[in-house]
């Protein structure tokens, strides 16, 4: 008889799969209550290093032409079609559900996935706009992307909750620090996986694992932090994240549909031009 | 020696009655406030009493918040939106047509020049009903969805530094979309809003579509802290942007900010410089610098900053500074003592922290709140004249050598709301204005608004944007 080779999780930071700087882990266990995996206990020093390496690479990332967003994002769907049987093993493992359902559930994630990537190089041309002003000018409106954005996503259906909320804010140029679930936190880092063997540039996805409510204190007091997607928040975490975030003026925002363009415009920032018009 | 001076050419306060009195506007009439308290407005051009106004408390907010609630349930949602637009466009034209009292009226109480408040102020206010009215039965194409909702009520909190414009920016906006208000103009500017609550009984604009509550910051509280409240739309500091925030982070209401600035504006060696002047001197005299997207932050290429500094200083010695209801008066009155005492306290802080002052020879009015046109040169980006926003008509002047200097310095600022670019080179306008975080950006032009033009800041200048087809959003439910 053989035995398994175990996998050790570990964070997503800059490109790189460090463990914890604080040395911590935690127990998770399988729908049936066995021990499933030690994930990493990340620390606030881990968040911070991850907002440095979303920062620095937001502007390489947001500058990418659209096309090529677009591109890296369906090379990001390619290899996760190559990683279904992990995807669907780690889902049955943690929500306990049918293979059948949790093969349903990777297939949406990644057609959902390719739907974000053909985003890329439209979202402009719906949220944007020229204004007829009253005088010689030429003015138009443009959405850019808003910066750094931290995701905490819905823990089930953990992998389709993920890409639906991480597909979008990059896919408009932001860079991004998403926070596992603390209960389902595997299938996060199999998709940082995917994304450092995809052409994701290091820093554009950082992925942490650890105590969401540890968590909500730290990115809600993070001046660095522009943005949230707090869809996988309970109301009190909620709470915390948007009176700690209005120090900064944080966009918190939480969603319904896994699909929609409300996700990438809400983390997105209008900005409109004037320019005379003369001879 | 002949010197060709301007004679006095004063417009006549005559053209508007100021009533010695105000109530509060609520549901439809004008009522006093509860506890009958009152406040005293006046002309900041000579300290003179206006009128008095009715000081509304948490009993006047609850009477204005339930008036807002049944003309929602009860008349306005359900009106077509066809219907609705043409209420608006009622107030519009009649706004063109009282558009001199009204220009006059906020030129007393404000303190601004009368050419401001006749060519712009009125103007772009009538003209921001007209722009909403039409949207009224249109909001299936406001990028909200097939079947957007209003929010409800909107309590909306505006400055003092556009009375009139900054109530048009959100009443006109509320009721195009289907929402009921009640508005809290600023303590010290709150007549024209009053006229305007005539112009909405002369409209026959049904009882509590539109109510204005005055008073101060604890109105402002009750208001916003209201439970019947669905929608707050504030513009004024970022410190209460972001009180308000918070406060709200537990509720369910939505909100739409428009905070504080500290623009750039940048000058570039290539830049046509006699318009570049011109533009320098409307971002930061306009309105006497009372402008949240002033262009208070001069950033000129260093090989031309003598040549432009010259220009400007003897530019700036022609404006003309004093009585705000004489038609050729440039720069008015500072609009109360509170805030000439913040100008002054920063403006001196760079004196101490040793950037140069310079300002014109001008004789001030001895009554009144004045401060004149200033510049500071030598200015580094740690000064506080450099970082914190003046308000007031004080310009800051530092340099840069490459475009990239350029923007690291503009981007330096908690603040994103404007920016200026002055160039001659297309393809450098462009990348100029990529690489700037601002969500209104002026090139070869500053200072300029329009109705269908979206407004609003990047990072902690606000949330939101207000007029244009974006401004829609922030008073509809889409779909999620």
Known sequence: MRIDVMKTYKLFINGNFPRSESGRVYEILDAKGKFLANPCNGSRKDLRESVVAARNAHSGWSGATAFNRGQVLYRVAEIMQGRIDQFVAEIVAQEGAAPAAAKIQVQSAIDTWVWYAGWCDKIDSISGSTNPVSGPFYNFSIPESLGVVAIFADSKPSLLNLVSALAPVIATGNTAILIASEKHPLCAITLAECLATSDVPAGVVNVLTGKVDQFVTWVGSHMEIDGVDATGLSKKDLVEIKELGAENLKRVHSFNEAKSTKRMISFMETKTVWHTIGI | ?480
């Open chain 2, 1 to 480: 020696m002949n010197n060709f001076e301007y004679a006095p050419a004063p417009e006549s306060a005559a053209l508007v009655d100021i009533k010695s009195q105000y109530g509060l506007f609520i549901n439809g009439k004008f009522v006093a406030p509860k506890a009958g308290k009152t406040f005293t407005t006046i002309n900041p051009a000579n300290e003179e009493v206006l009128a008095k106004i009715a000081y509304a408390e948490l009993a006047d907010v609850n009477l204005a918040v339930t008036a807002a609630r049944n003309a929602f349930t009860k008349t306005w949602s359900k009106m077509p939106g066809a219907e609705r637009g043409k209420y608006l466009f009622r107030i519009a034209r009649i706004l063109q047509e009282r558009s001199r009292e009204f220009a006059v009226l906020e030129t007393l109480d404000n303190g601004k020049p009368i050419r401001e408040t006749r060519d712009t102020d009125i103007p772009l206010a009538a003209a921001h009903f007209f722009y909403h009215a039409g949207w009224a039965d249109k909001l299936s194409y406001a990028g909200q969805g097939d079947n957007p909702k209003p929010y409800g009520v909107a309590a909306q909190i505006i400055p003092w530094n556009f009375p009139m414009l900054m109530l048009a920016w959100k009443i006109a906006p509320a009721l195009a979309t289907g929402n009921t208000v009640v508005l809290k103009p600023a303590e010290t500017t709150p007549l024209t809003a009053l006229l305007f609550a005539e112009v909405c009984q002369q409209a026959g604009l049904p009882a509590g579509v539109v109510n204005i509550v005055t008073g101060d910051g604890a109105t402002g509280s009750h208001l916003v802290n209201h439970p019947g409240v669905d929608k707050v739309a504030f513009t004024g500091s970022t410190g209460v942007g972001k009180a308000i925030a918070k406060t709200i982070a537990g509720t369910k209401k939505s909100a739409t900010l428009e905070l504080g600035g500290k623009g750039a504006n940048i000058v570039y060696d290539d830049a046509p410089i006699d318009e570049a002047v011109e533009g320098i001197v409307s971002g930061i005299f306009f309105n006497q610098g009372h402008v949240c997207c002033a262009g208070s932050r001069l950033l000129v290429q260093e090989n031309i900053e003598d040549e432009l500094l010259e220009k400007l200083k003897k530019r700036i010695s022609l404006i003309r500074v004093g009585n705000p209801m004489d038609k050729n008066t440039d720069l008015g009155a500072i609009n109360s003592s509170a805030q000439l005492a913040r100008i002054k306290e920063l403006a001196d802080s760079g004196d101490i922290e040793g950037a140069q002052r310079w300002s014109p020879n001008c004789v001030l009015p001895s009554s009144g709140f004045w401060y004149p046109p200033t510049i500071f040169t030598g200015v580094s980006q740690s000064h506080r004249i450099a970082r914190e926003e003046i308000f007031g008509p004080v310009l800051s002047v530092l340099t840069f050598r490459t475009p990239g200097e350029a923007i690291e310095k503009a981007n330096n600022s908690p603040y994103g709301l404007s920016a200026g670019i002055w160039s001659d080179k297309g393809s450098r306008i462009l990348w100029t204005a990529k690489q700037l975080r601002a969500g209104v950006i002026w090139a070869n032009t500053f200072n300029k608004f329009d109705p269908a033009s979206p407004f609003g800041g990047y990072k902690e200048s606000g949330w939101g944007r207000e007029g244009g087809r974006h401004g829609l959003a922030g008073y509809l439910k889409g779909d999620n």
